[in-house]
């Protein structure tokens, strides 16, 4: 009934389902609107079949017939043609109502002012001082709206887990009580927890629950005393009655969910739980042992937001005889919840699937870590079993992956960090496994059965599973990301932002991009402006710890430095004109190598060469700093680096054989004074094309190619607008060249 309440809350915020018919179906025009023509749904028929109808009254919707699919069929209502645009099941229809629903900003969003409860605030009675938060509870759950709780949540689900609804809460706080109560719209409730003291005493606390909190982090509350001395296990009365209720037969399946409305919702589609304070403190190995003497299987189902995904690998990797079943993305379909956060957890789910099938299929993906088994054999020897699904998950939740790799026929294997990424080999996951079982202890007829298995990755085979959603971008249009040993930092126009490598992020970095240095923050060393004739002018901070790299360029900027050290002249404004645009010109190419993010409009082959030059061989000069320049830049970006004095450029099929998506610059040094510049220019501002020798060739487009930078002691060849217009010229002073006597 909500799904049908929602759906046509959408088709009113639509024109009636028009708008989702003319967004899918672009042939659906104002001549097919208003004249009734034909048009074409489906791409391979010759003659348009399809029709539009409108609705027959207020509460029906837009509907298209295709009459090349049969009078029995092609009768598509918007929702229809969604689900069959998408390619959507039956099953998939929630999803494809709350997709809409968010699309066209249908959803119910918690405001601060719209969801809060009634407050009172009394002057606190002798007792209540001092005292902790207590409850009211109500009778049974009539009129009180159950629908926060999830799809086919009933009363009885509540009360199996001691839930009740609440008519007050009172918080004591100093001399004032503040008391807060439920209203049509915002339920509380409060889940009566049993457990025994120190002294053997039974006792109970109360968890307060309110679950319309505009505030997510103040949705709990604790009322009573809470035991101390371990990590409580909520569900566990429920558990022990299902158990005693089945003749203390185990249950198949017992669940380890985040939260208490988790737990409900997996009870309403016939499937136990239990769950703690926090995914953070983890389970026990005690602890899992007592959930054990209820079920033959643990399935843990994480949140699928950072924090779920980390302590979900963790407690995996501690206790091997858990299963997880892990929830997926695409299971929530980019959906967010009434908070505007994404999906992440069983209730999202089971709101987004609500058949049972849906749940069955996610139980059945659980699989756990320990890749063997162990059996007794009737002369009483154990002997094992291998898993391979197991033992695959058991590598991937230690990092290792293979990398899809369209141009290598074997597996690519790489093993990740957080973000960081590592090519490994074969040989290095399976020393890893071995090392691993040797500090384990496991007895040495299991080793020796797991090093022995054919199911091992080789350098030509593996089951890894393949990542292809890795993002090893640099940064953005409007940000640069640089990854340093101690953290990685965000370059914005508005500063820069520090991230540990512990902080999930939406991309990754290869551990052999990693400067070698350790970050630290230092004062701002100069400023580029402007005069009052609009002449470029950059000044310098005064710093106690001076750059020696900005010392190193403002002196190969120095063009007029002979006039000013050697003879003692002041230089005319023209000239100081001239080395200040020089400078800043320096500053802004090595930002421009320096950053990822490339427009065709804006591309240009840096290329650097010596201030006072001539075209004789004899009188070029060189040795003026340009290379360092560039080995400047390489520390911080990968760089290919060609030695064009010494490499031929006659057959230049090969030249590029090293290059790939993740190399930021391509340096050509020693560029001849004859050296044809036409080479790079369409790399400059299109696709690259690289081939490896004994391997295909493979593209890489314009937006992930390498920058060029080019170093010479001679003037260019040439002065078209075509080459002006895609390089960017460097000169350098002959500060730092030494003259041989």
Known sequence: M???????????????GLDIITDLLPAVDDDVI????????????????????PPKDSTDCWHVKDFGMGESGGYFS???????????????????VEELAEHYGIQDVL?????????????????????????????????????????????????AYGWSAVSEVRIPKGDKVYVRRPTPTYPIFAQRCDYTDEQGRQQAFYKVYEPRNYDKAHRFLIAGQKPRTRNYIYGMQALRKAFEERGEEKLDVLLLVSGGSDAVSALAAGYQAVWLDSEVKGLTETDYWLLKKYCRRLVNIPDIDD????????????????????????????????????????????????????????????????????HEKKDGQKEYSLSLTSLNYFLELNGFYTLKDESRSEPVYIRIDGIIVTKVTAKTIVGFLKQWMEQQ??????????????????????TLRERDDLDFSKGTPASQYFHFRNCWVEVTGKGIKTHPYTEAASHYVWADNIIGHDYRKMPDMFAVGTDEDGHYTVSIAECKEQSNLLRFLMNTCRLHWRKQDECGQELTPEEQAEEHLALASR??????????????????????????MAESVDECNGRSGKSFYISAATMMAKTFGINAGTTSFRDPRFIFDGVTADTSLVFIDECPRKFNYNFIYGMVTGDMRVEEKNRHSFVIPFSQSPKFVLGTNFTLSRHDPSTEGRIWPQPFSDYYHVRTP
């Open 78 to 96: 918007p929702i229809d043609l969604y689900l069959w645009d998408r390619g959507y099941g039956s099953d998939k229809f929630r999803m494809a």
């Open 111 to 159: 405001t601060k002012s719209a969801n809060k409860p009634d407050i009172e605030v009394r002057a606190a009675l002798p007792e209540e001082v001092d005292a902790l938060p207590s409850v009211t509870l109500l009778e049974g759950f009539s009129g009180i709206d159950l629908s926060c709780w999830g799809d086919g949540v009933k009363p009885a689900h509540l009360s």
């Open 34 to 53: 208003k004249k009734k023509k034909a048009f074409r749904l489906r791409t391979d028929e010759h003659t348009p079949s399809a029709h539009l109808y």
């Open 307 to 374: 924090t779920g995904i980390k302590c979900g690998r963790r407690l995996a990797l501690q206790i091997l005889g858990i299963h997880t079943a892990w929830l997926t993305a695409g299971d929530m379909g980019g959906l967010h919840d009434n908070r505007g956060r994404r999906c992440k957890d069983l209730r999202d789910y089971r709101r987004l699937n609500p058949s049972k099938k849906a749940m069955d299929t996610l139980i059945n993906r659980a699989v756990s870590a320990r890749f063997w088994t162990e």
């Open 441 to 462: 202890g496991l007895p040495k007829d299991l080793q020796d059965k797991v090093l022995r298995s054919r199911d091992l990755p080789t350098s030509n085979v593996s």
């Open 587 to 612: 500053l802004a190419n090595l930002g421009y190598l320096l950053t990822s993010n490339k427009s065709e409009s804006e591309a240009w082959a840096t290329v650097c060469m010596d201030s006072t």
């Open 2 to 16: 909500e799904d049908k309440n929602l759906l046509q809350r959408v088709y009113d915020a639509t024109h009636s």
